[in-house]
């Protein structure tokens, strides 16, 4: 068997949260760990491939191998992706924040006892993955995921269109998968539908670059 099945191919994964300032001691996030991602980083690096991981803020260290690209916001990340092309594979694994405040203001905002609470005007961040399937510079494979509390499969079919990807890795997050150790994924294409049993982010991680692999022999 090939060893390095994915030697001379360049794998660009986007791993971790966003963090969308308030005002420069505040800011909106999620509780991603980028875990799933530096894993998928770590197996692709592993498999051959020259790696690009544009990391939101996590305390992880970077995977042997692994060119690490650290940003902060969602439109950083989407700058740093743009940056990073051309690749042959894609992996949006980062749990980007869908909205960022409007005017993050240059000072902190105080509370100043009134009671009255300031009001944050939300505005939609870029979706990476779906500007990145509708780029002139399209990956060959491009790789989203769908983190859900419920009816994984569906959510993840119906992103399949909505974003352009080649895959959706459905993921259930209603229990401790994010910032936990485990993970249990379906893997949606136009070919149907791959379940995998509950299994450690490393394992996930390596089921996945062996499918990636299978694309490029
Ligand atoms: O729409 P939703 O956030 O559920 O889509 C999740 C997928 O889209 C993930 O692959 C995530 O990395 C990607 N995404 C993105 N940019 C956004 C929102 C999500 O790349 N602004």
């Given at each position: 068997?090939?060893?390095?099945?994915?030697?001379?191919?360049?794998?660009?994964?986007?791993?971790?949260?966003?963090?969308?300032?308030?005002?420069?001691?505040?800011?909106?996030?999620?509780?991603?760990?980028?875990?799933?991602?530096?894993?998928?980083?770590?197996?692709?690096?592993?498999?051959?491939?020259?790696?690009?991981?544009?990391?939101?803020?996590?305390?992880?260290?970077?995977?042997?191998g692994?060119?690490?690209?650290?940003?902060?916001?969602?439109?950083?990340m989407?700058?740093?992706?743009?940056?990073?092309?051309?690749?042959?594979?894609?992996?949006?694994v980062?749990?980007?924040?869908?909205?960022?405040?409007?005017?993050?203001?240059?000072?902190?905002?105080?509370?100043?006892?009134?009671?009255?609470?300031?009001?944050?005007?939300?505005?939609?961040?870029?979706?990476?993955?779906?500007?990145?399937?509708?780029?002139?510079?399209?990956?060959?494979?491009?790789?989203?995921?769908?983190?859900?509390?419920?009816?994984?499969?569906?959510?993840?079919?119906?992103?399949?269109?909505?974003?352009?990807?080649?895959?959706?890795?459905?993921?259930?997050?209603?229990?401790?998968?994010?910032?936990?150790?485990?993970?249990?994924?379906?893997?949606?294409?136009?070919?149907?539908?791959?379940?995998?049993?509950?299994?450690?982010?490393?394992?996930?991680?390596?089921?996945?670059?062996?499918?990636?692999?299978?694309?490029?022999v």
């Amino acid at each position: 068997v090939d060893e390095k099945p994915l030697a001379g191919r360049h794998v660009l994964i986007t791993a971790g949260p966003t963090h969308e300032p308030i005002d420069p001691v505040r800011y909106i996030a999620n509780r991603s760990s980028g875990r799933q991602g530096f894993a998928i980083a770590q197996a692709a690096a592993q498999a051959g491939a020259s790696v690009t991981l544009i990391a939101g803020p996590v305390d992880l260290p970077t995977p042997h191998g692994v060119r690490r690209v650290n940003v902060e916001t969602a439109r950083d990340m989407a700058a740093a992706v743009e940056a990073a092309l051309p690749a042959d594979v894609a992996v949006m694994v980062a749990a980007v924040a869908d909205w960022r405040v409007a005017d993050a203001g240059a000072h902190k905002i105080k509370k100043d006892g009134s009671g009255i609470v300031p009001p944050l005007a939300l505005v939609e961040n870029p979706d990476i993955l779906a500007g990145l399937c509708a780029s002139p510079r399209r990956p060959r494979l491009v790789v989203g995921f769908a983190a859900e509390t419920q009816d994984v499969i569906a959510h993840a079919t119906a992103k399949l269109a909505r974003k352009g990807a080649d895959w959706i890795v459905g993921n259930d997050v209603s229990g401790d998968v994010m910032g936990g150790l485990r993970n249990s994924v379906h893997i949606v294409s136009a070919d149907g539908v791959d379940s995998l049993p509950d299994l450690p982010k490393e394992a996930v991680a390596a089921a996945l670059v062996e499918r990636i692999s299978r694309v490029f022999v």
